[in-house]
């Protein structure tokens, strides 16, 4: 009679090892495809674009205090003498406005670039990727499934 008790546990032991087998295969499968599709492409991507943003927003406020701190104080200590005085002030101020304006025009340029661009192949990764599935369910290609 033990016999057949050792012969039946080795038999459920075999389909609990078999069983558990299939459910870890099938959860690092999901795993892997979660990293695939929403994990990967949003470290890869879209967290550098909103980290981007932010760091540009960052810059463009801290700019804007120093800027008008600059304004404020070339009013206050530039007092050329003469007939233009006041011409002649307003002109340094218009030409450090200008340079400025310019700085930061290509500043934007490049930096809405990098974060569109970042942004794009997010979205087209995951729309690629999406593409790639096959339905019905069962026949969708999992790492760890063998067809």
Partial sequence: MQI???IFAIFVAIIVFAVAVW???WG???LVW???VALMPFFVYFFPAILLTTVVIGIYLGSYIS???YFISVKKHVNP???LKKVLK???ISILMLILSFIYIAFTIISCLLIYDLLFMFVNHILEYYDTII???FEIHFPFWEK
């Fill in 34 to 36: 979660c990293y695939q």
């Fill in 90 to 92: 307003f002109y340094i």
């Fill in 23 to 25: 459910l870890i295969q």
């Fill in 28 to 30: 690092v499968a999901c």
């Fill in 135 to 137: 339905f019905p369910a």
């Fill in 67 to 69: 800027a008008s701190n």
């Fill in 4 to 6: 057949f008790g050792v």
């Fill in 81 to 83: 003498e003469g007939d």
